[in-house]
């Protein structure tokens, strides 16, 4: 096998990077399908295809337009990992980036849904989702380097973002019209999964094996409860007044609410083995994954009378990278899974068990 040198190495970059940026805007026609789902018979679509790597962003990102007409994806089908936009109408498949180390969890479209964000390396960048301009809001500092978790509050004023260095963690806030950067939290461990409060200037994340808060301010960071360590393991509510998460207690997994303004906390639900969850928009309904190998299942739970229904099989290898959402009309969820060969995005229509909510 012949060796690459470091100048052939630093030689091909460039070419590269020249390929990666035509291929930005390039349309790819539809490839989706559906079948019936094994065990409940539902229809299921697969919108993208196996032989390619197709995935969503963390479960607490928006990943589907305010109307549900499109979503963003990442996908190695070009120039490594780039980031792509679903039409639904069609099925029609555009890419967006040009990426030279995209960080594929990290895609979030923005309030106004003419942009979306994303990780490049140690670059955090908006990218427009029409004319593919993009610009740098702000970049990692050399001696650190991307953690696990990065979201954008709900009216897009400020992004929350994971540096890790080592072993230590540190939790950093992010503006995103100028790029002016607050840490946090810094913390001699794992800090993961930090997620905007809806409403209100404060950050819910993971540290270690618990659950916290933060003020944007950095005042009053403290533990709320233990959670499992899994991306959508733990959501706020819609109204920013409580969290649920996913707590992990011998082989039972149950759904615990807590309110951190009065420290209440309290069982919400047992569970079907939930490994991540997500709901909908007024919150009423939950989607999830279950872990349990002998029903890898997506399952809908009403919040009012915490029944569970069983939606369809997902038969993914790893069930933390099933991360079910809704739509935001609640109408459809999409969810991931490897059944029928790299990750692919799949989706099943739900109107007839949920109501439509106003997106």
């Not at 499109?70 to 555009?94: H, K, P, T």
């Not at 919400?268 to 969850?277: A, C, G, K, L, V």
């Amino acid at each position: 096998m012949e060796r690459l040198t470091r100048r052939g190495l630093l030689a091909s970059i460039p070419w590269l990077s020249l390929h990666a940026a035509s291929e930005r805007g390039r349309v790819l026609p539809a490839e989706g399908r559906r079948y019936s789902d094994p065990a409940t018979e539902f229809p299921v679509e697969i919108f993208t295809d196996p032989r390619y790597t197709s995935v969503l962003p963390y479960p607490y990102s928006r990943a589907i337009g305010r109307k549900g007409s499109f979503f963003i994806f990442a996908s190695d089908r070009g120039s490594g990992m780039q980031a792509f936009r679903y039409e639904l109408r069609g099925g029609e498949i555009r890419q967006i980036t040009a990426a030279e180390a995209l960080a594929p969890s990290t895609l979030n479209i923005l309030p106004d849904d003419k942009l979306c964000a994303y990780i490049d390396g140690r670059s955090l960048r908006v990218a427009h989702l029409s004319n593919f301009h993009e610009r740098e809001v702000y970049r990692i500092p050399d001696g650190w380097e991307l953690g696990e978790g990065f979201s954008v509050a709900g009216d897009g004023v400020y992004s929350v973002l994971v540096e890790k260095q080592g072993a230590k963690s540190r939790l950093r806030l992010i503006g995103m019209a100028k790029g002016n950067v607050t840490t946090l939290v810094e913390h001699e461990g794992v800090i993961r999964h930090p997620i905007p409060r809806p409403r209100r200037a404060s950050v819910l994340y993971q540290r270690d094996d618990s659950l916290c808060m933060v003020h944007y301010d950095g005042q009053n960071d403290r533990k709320l409860t233990t959670v499992i360590s899994s991306a959508g393991a733990a959501e706020w509510t819609p109204d920013g007044r409580t969290a649920l998460y996913l707590q992990a207690k011998e082989k039972a997994i149950t759904m615990r609410e807590v309110t951190p303004d009065t420290q209440q906390d309290k069982l919400f639900s047992p569970t079907s083995q939930y490994i991540n969850f997500s709901q909908n928009r007024d919150g009423s309904v939950i989607v999830a994954a279950s872990g349990s190998l002998a029903s890898p299942y997506v399952l809908i739970m009403l919040r009012s009378v915490k029944r569970e229904l069983t939606v369809c099989e997902h038969k993914a290898s790893k069930p933390a990278m099933v991360a079910p959402i809704f739509s935001p009309t609640s109408q459809r969820i999409y969810f991931q899974s490897d059944r029928h060969g790299k990750p692919a995005i799949y989706s099943v229509v739900v109107d007839k068990f949920i109501e439509k909510t106003e997106s």
